[in-house]
């Protein structure tokens, strides 16, 4: 069996005393928000500064943020992150039915793995409030050594969807660096 050389310590991977204390992340993080309207001007982002906070507040050792236009201009977005080597790729719009919803088509070619649970999971939380949640098509995955998810643009789609990632992002870094299971 193939050893990976993990990139945290034992120390990292400890027993929680307190399942509510999540632990601190290490690594990077890019919040991608998919949005003609906001790139352009005309709208402001309502969920890429909410994202960046939650990330930051997780201990990851650099956050930041790209606001693009729909379209082909998400799937660069995606592509220039995975150059640059980020742990965690989180994109917030385009994953509806418009003509111009494209996110998961620009993030499929990428995934290497994909991990339908955790929007199967998000979709979910979000029908029990809006049947219209259950539209939303975004992807989760591993491209690389990165961990990409497409949640959705609106304000309960990104909260659902941190519910969701927030006690599962150690484990998953955990896993992706050959970490055991507890």
Known sequence: MKHIPARRTDADCAVREDPAQIPALRGTARVIIASTRAADGSYEDRTGPHLVQWLRARGLDAVDKQVVSDGPEVGRALAAALGDGIDIIVTSGGTGISPTDVTPEQTAPLIEREMPGILEEVRRRGAQKIATALLSRGLAGM????????????????????????????????????????
């Open 143 to 182: 491209a690389g050594r990165s961990f990409v998810v497409n949640l959705p643009g609106s304000r309960g789609g990104v909260e659902d969807g941190i519910s969701v990632l927030d006690p599962l992002l150690d484990h998953l870094l955990e896993q992706r660096d050959g970490g055991d299971h507890a």
